[in-house]
């Protein structure tokens, strides 16, 4: 018992411990939102290869919601050649150290029209850490007031709509809302009881 306990003690420091080596890192690749670069990398076993990492600042995804109606945004997604449904979400490349509060506030008022009194913090995410490096702050916006939709030019073809939260799990069920940051934001906000 006490040999299977320090095996697993060291093993798990071990793990921990381990790192990979950066030995070399080149941008292959770079526009206004997101960088490419290729990095020379060490193994601990001393194997070197590469690895691709797409860095992007900070994101916000803000659960807009007023009694038991969400809402959502749709836009065409380009990259997949469909329009999805979506929470308001987005980034302030151009003030990338801007404080993720007022990033989730601004991205709100762009994409939906709304301002909220009331801001509550959910937690952060990784989106896809295995080649991003890109952090996504939740928030839970309440206390709704309606203004003017501030759309930036990559978003003329974005809408928003008011869905009942019944419907919008619905919509996550059954596959219409395919968005990862969607379901993962509110999933934890569902997790930790504020919704």
């Known amino acids: 018992?006490?040999?299977?306990?320090l095996v697993f003690l060291l093993i798990a420091w071990y793990v921990t411990?381990?790192?990979?080596?950066?030995?070399?890192?080149?941008?292959?690749y770079q526009n206004n939102w997101m960088t490419v670069r290729e990095d020379k990398i060490e193994?601990?076993?001393?194997?070197?290869?590469?690895?691709g990492v797409v860095d992007k600042p900070d994101c916000a995804v803000i659960i807009a919601v007023e009694k038991d109606h969400i809402h959502l945004v749709q836009q065409?997604?380009?990259s997949v050649g469909e329009r999805?449904?979506?929470?308001?979400?987005g980034a302030w490349e151009s003030n990338p150290d801007a404080d993720h509060i007022e990033l989730a506030r601004g991205e709100l008022l762009e994409e939906?029209?709304?301002t909220a009194k009331t801001m509550t913090y959910v937690g952060k995410q990784l989106i896809a850490y295995g080649f991003l490096n890109q952090t996504c702050h939740i928030y839970l916006a309440t206390n709704l007031s309606k203004q003017q939709q501030q759309l930036d030019n990559e978003e003329e073809d974005l809408i928003t709509q008011r869905f009942s939260i019944?419907?919008?799990?619905?919509?996550?069920?059954?596959?219409?809302?395919?968005d990862i940051v969607t379901t993962g934001a509110w999933g934890?906000?569902?997790?930790?009881g504020l919704v």
């Not at 018992?1 to 306990?5: K, S, V």
């Not at 999805?84 to 979400?89: A, V």
């Open 43 to 51: 193994r601990e076993s001393g194997a070197q290869g590469i690895y």
């Open 1 to 5: 018992m006490r040999y299977a306990t």
């Open 188 to 192: 934890l906000a569902k997790l930790k």
């Open 166 to 178: 019944s419907q919008f799990e619905t919509m996550i069920t059954d596959g219409r809302i395919q």
């Open 112 to 114: 939906t029209g709304l």
């Open 76 to 78: 065409y997604r380009y």
């Open 17 to 28: 411990e381990m790192s990979i080596k950066t030995l070399d890192s080149k941008v292959v």
């Open 84 to 89: 999805f449904w979506e929470l308001p979400q």
